[in-house]
């Protein structure tokens, strides 16, 4: 039961598909975590992608920028098949930024380097330029006044805006997060999450592994209910997050809002 | 008779000049195989942690081999047996430094590898997920935070290394081991030469054995 996803862009305006997943299969050993996905996602969609732990959505996220090679299926990226081993990982990598659930910075730099390291290292901008960049990038994200200290003088929620900023440095056409907020106390969370609403207004297309469903309800155009490796139930978030048509999707709601099997 | 031992070190002065010289064929033993089995380690640890089996299987067999035969019988065994091999006849110190590095750069290997997987996978990918390639991940991300674990056990090696430049008197390269046996033969002092010998051997590891502790001491500071 499969229900379609609902389109929330304005019409007339086209539609660019930027990610494109077909029959993705993921196998660790003998255990097969991803079953056969397909996925689209156009320019400028917000899409969370919510289940159970060990359910393959992070799996899936790691997949588009082959942090996991697919066991067979294909991944295309801004019409670039990148599972065809003839594409340049690094360029398509590029245009990727990740978010991870730990951060992840580097702790032997200090914030407005860690963001500078893309810029830098792998566009090979100058040093100056980097560093305006980096600057106007931390002011974004609000620590400019944090610049200058390194990643473990800073609080949970703070080093994950400067991973976003890093990420962005990079001027990526997509976003991937991985549980951006899962390791974060609740009070945290809250200035990591309008980092990214804001950042979804914006324009960026997003594809975003999370439990917060009230950010999904707010911010995303599309939710995607993944089960034992396989596309359960997507739809608007308003629609699927309230009126599940699933049991499974159910069952999972029940137990996220009220820690209890039905 | 023990008691009233006549302790002599008149032969010191006339023999300095050949301890200075063996010493000085120590530190450049030290300094060889120290930059020579650190190089090798470095590159033979990054293969160790190949996903490849046929990159890191064979570098296993070679590691395995050189760390767990005694270093005394790979010095011997390069020295007599790789001209009967190979037909190429090295010379006593060449053949020695190339021995100790070559045992040196197994334990080396082993540091490196587990500096850079005492990191954790999540550095890493960061690395990769930003476009950077492997080698710039190793250089940009892994090696300057695993540099400062790694370098407590390095130096414990390279004190070691100076004991170990000692086991080349086997093939008569004229270290200061070497040459201290010459002088016990020559001035029947062997007490009093030995403990020449042993404050030669702390000259030079000493301030080594005080850098190591520093860096240990700055290391524990910072994390």
């Given at each position: 039961m499969v229900v379609?996803a609902?389109?929330?862009?304005?019409?007339?305006?086209?539609?660019?598909?930027?990610v494109?997943v077909?029959?993705l299969h993921k196998s660790f050993?003998?255990v097969e975590v991803l079953k056969g996905i397909d996925l689209e996602v156009?320019?400028?969609?917000v899409v969370v992608i919510v289940g159970r732990s060990g359910s393959g959505k992070s799996t899936l996220l790691r997949c588009l920028?082959?942090l996991e090679?697919p066991?067979?299926g294909?991944?295309?990226?801004?019409?670039?098949?990148?599972?065809?081993?003839?594409?340049?990982?690094?360029?398509?990598?590029?245009?990727?930024?990740?978010v991870f659930q730990?951060?992840?910075?580097?702790?032997?730099?200090?914030?407005?380097?860690?963001?500078?390291?893309?810029?830098?290292?792998?566009?090979?901008?100058?040093?100056?330029?980097?560093?305006?960049?980096?600057?106007?990038?931390?002011?974004?994200?609000?620590?400019?006044?944090?610049?200058?200290?390194?990643?473990?003088?800073?609080?949970?929620?703070?080093?994950?805006?400067?991973?976003?900023?890093?990420?962005?440095?990079?001027?990526?056409?997509?976003?991937l997060f991985d549980e951006p907020t899962s390791s974060?106390?609740?009070?945290?969370?809250?200035?990591?999450?309008?980092?990214?609403?804001?950042?979804?207004?914006?324009?960026?297309?997003m594809i975003v592994v999370t439990h917060e469903m009230t950010f999904a309800r707010?911010v995303a155009n599309r939710a995607l209910f993944i089960d034992d490796g396989v596309v359960v139930e997507q739809g608007h978030p308003e629609d699927i997050l309230r009126a599940p048509s699933t049991e499974q999707l159910k069952r999972f709601l029940n137990v996220l809002f009220w820690g209890e099997n039905p | 008779?023990?008691?009233?031992?006549?302790?002599?070190?008149?032969?010191?002065?006339?023999?300095?000049?050949?301890?200075?010289?063996?010493?000085?064929?120590?530190?450049?033993?030290?300094?060889?195989?120290?930059?020579?089995?650190?190089?090798?380690?470095?590159?033979?640890?990054?293969?160790?942690?190949?996903?490849?089996?046929?990159?890191?299987?064979?570098?296993?067999?070679?590691?395995?081999?050189?760390?767990?035969?005694?270093?005394?019988?790979?010095?011997?065994?390069?020295?007599?047996?790789?001209?009967?091999?190979?037909?190429?006849?090295?010379?006593?110190?060449?053949?020695?430094?190339?021995?100790?590095?070559?045992?040196?750069?197994?334990?080396?290997?082993?540091?490196?590898?587990?500096?850079?997987?005492?990191?954790?996978?999540?550095?890493?990918?960061?690395?990769?997920?930003?476009?950077?390639?492997?080698?710039?991940?190793?250089?940009?991300?892994?090696?300057?935070?695993?540099?400062?674990?790694?370098?407590?056990?390095?130096?414990?090696?390279?004190?070691?290394?100076?004991?170990?430049?000692?086991?080349?008197?086997?093939?008569?390269?004229?270290?200061?081991?070497?040459?201290?046996?010459?002088?016990?033969?020559?001035?029947?002092?062997?007490?009093?030469?030995?403990?020449?010998?042993?404050?030669?051997?702390?000259?030079?590891?000493?301030?080594?054995?005080?850098?190591?502790?520093?860096?240990?001491?700055?290391?524990?500071?910072?994390?």
């Amino acid at each position: 039961m499969v229900v379609e996803a609902a389109d929330s862009r304005p019409e007339g305006l086209p539609s660019t598909v930027v990610v494109e997943v077909r029959d993705l299969h993921k196998s660790f050993g003998t255990v097969e975590v991803l079953k056969g996905i397909d996925l689209e996602v156009d320019e400028g969609e917000v899409v969370v992608i919510v289940g159970r732990s060990g359910s393959g959505k992070s799996t899936l996220l790691r997949c588009l920028n082959l942090l996991e090679r697919p066991t067979s299926g294909s991944v295309s990226i801004l019409g670039e098949e990148i599972t065809s081993g003839r594409s340049n990982l690094f360029k398509v990598r590029r245009q990727i930024g990740m978010v991870f659930q730990h951060f992840e910075l580097f702790p032997h730099r200090t914030a407005i380097e860690n963001v500078m390291e893309g810029p830098y290292i792998v566009l090979g901008v100058g040093k100056a330029e980097a560093r305006d960049l980096a600057s106007a990038l931390l002011e974004k994200v609000g620590l400019s006044h944090r610049a200058d200290q390194y990643p473990n003088q800073l609080s949970g929620g703070e080093k994950q805006r400067v991973a976003i900023a890093r990420a962005l440095a990079l001027n990526p056409r997509i976003m991937l997060f991985d549980e951006p907020t899962s390791s974060l106390d609740p009070e945290l969370k809250g200035e990591v999450l309008d980092t990214m609403r804001q950042l979804a207004l914006e324009g960026m297309t997003m594809i975003v592994v999370t439990h917060e469903m009230t950010f999904a309800r707010r911010v995303a155009n599309r939710a995607l209910f993944i089960d034992d490796g396989v596309v359960v139930e997507q739809g608007h978030p308003e629609d699927i997050l309230r009126a599940p048509s699933t049991e499974q999707l159910k069952r999972f709601l029940n137990v996220l809002f009220w820690g209890e099997n039905p | 008779m023990y008691a009233n031992y006549q302790w002599d070190f008149s032969w010191i002065a006339d023999e300095m000049p050949l301890f200075g010289m063996a010493a000085w064929i120590s530190i450049k033993i030290l300094l060889l195989a120290g930059v020579l089995s650190l190089a090798m380690g470095l590159c033979i640890g990054q293969g160790l942690l190949s996903k490849r089996w046929y990159v890191f299987a064979p570098l296993r067999v070679w590691v395995e081999l050189f760390r767990l035969t005694p270093p005394l019988l790979q010095i011997v065994l390069i020295y007599f047996l790789l001209p009967l091999v190979t037909g190429l006849r090295l010379p006593a110190f060449e053949a020695g430094v190339i021995a100790l590095s070559l045992n040196y750069s197994a334990f080396f290997s082993e540091v490196f590898r587990a500096g850079v997987l005492s990191l954790g996978k999540g550095q890493s990918e960061a690395g990769a997920a930003m476009g950077m390639t492997a080698f710039q991940v190793l250089k940009r991300v892994i090696y300057p935070q695993a540099i400062r674990r790694m370098l407590p056990p390095i130096t414990n090696m390279l004190v070691n290394l100076t004991k170990d430049t000692s086991l080349l008197t086997i093939i008569g390269v004229a270290e200061l081991f070497n040459v201290s046996q010459s002088v016990s033969a020559r001035s029947f002092k062997n007490v009093e030469v030995l403990l020449v010998l042993a404050v030669f051997y702390l000259v030079i590891n000493v301030p080594l054995s005080y850098v190591a502790n520093r860096l240990y001491a700055r290391q524990t500071i910072r994390i």
